[in-house]
């Protein structure tokens, strides 16, 4: 797979005329937020302003996001048409989402498929997983397994079956397997870059416009762990 990096290290893994889509750093916001950094569709947005020579206002449509201190693929909609159809996709479940995790604990089996009920706490913004059904609850399912023993870490592929806030994070943290550099989630200490060791690896989807399908895969970061895996 060709990546195409510009001056602000925008890794394009995917760019045609409906979507482009890119592998998201450590630290970018996929959207604008409080903070008033920089979000990632402005640096997208530029990038398309100069390689294209547009005037004006770019279209940049935002379909989904990912957690700021994760990693991984993030699309992102160059036309109108390929927003509102990547939008129905996203929201119809119709994508195969594989992520990467790094944690410190053995889970308890080497694969297996965890059922919990999210509630989500919007003052901290956080979201405990509960074993049996709570108020305000909804159930998170996903698919793990252990791809690689590492010195004193396990590298975990999982299969999300819904789509939850810090679903994998809250997952993971409930049966002993917080995500290394995750404090919110009870990991014992952070990452000197301030990320998590969870990537969005791979995305599998149906291209809005021409209808082919597409698999996507990110490159995992320029990390010693990561590139043990």
């Known amino acids: 797979m060709k990546i195409v990096s510009d001056s602000k290290n925008l890794q394009i893994l995917h760019e045609d005329n409906h979507i482009i889509v890119v592998n998201k750093r450590v630290g970018d916001i996929v959207q604008g937020d409080k903070t008033g950094d920089e979000p990632l569709s402005d640096i997208v947005k530029s990038y398309l302003k100069v390689a294209y020579d547009k005037p004006g206002e770019v279209f940049l449509g935002v379909v989904h996001r990912l957690d700021r201190p994760t990693t991984g693929i993030v ?13 129905e996709t996203f929201k119809n479940r ?17 694969e297996d498929t965890l059922v919990h009920f999210l509630r989500r706490n919007t ?10 059904e709570v108020p305000d609850a909804k159930e998170a399912k996903l698919s793990y397994k252990i791809i690689k023993k590492l010195d004193n870490y396990y590298a975990l592929e ?13 997952q993971l943290t409930a049966v002993g397997c917080p ?14 870059n301030g990320g998590i060791h969870l990537h969005a690896r791979k995305l599998v989807l149906t291209h809005p416009v021409t209808k082919d399908p597409l698999e996507l895969i990110a490159p995992v970061p320029d990390d010693v762990l990561w590139k043990l895996v």
């Open 123 to 132: 003052k901290n913004n956080t979201s405990k997983a509960h074993l049996k």
């Open 75 to 87: 699309v992102f909609a160059k036309t109108s048409k390929a927003l509102t159809r990547l939008n």
């Open 179 to 192: 995500i290394k550099g995750d404090l919110k989630y009870g990991f014992d200490r952070s990452n000197p």
């Open 158 to 170: 999982i299969d999300l079956h819904t789509g939850r806030h810090h679903q994998i994070r809250a």
């Open 94 to 110: 119709e994508t195969q989402k594989t992520y990467w995790a790094i944690v410190k604990n053995a889970p308890p089996k080497t």
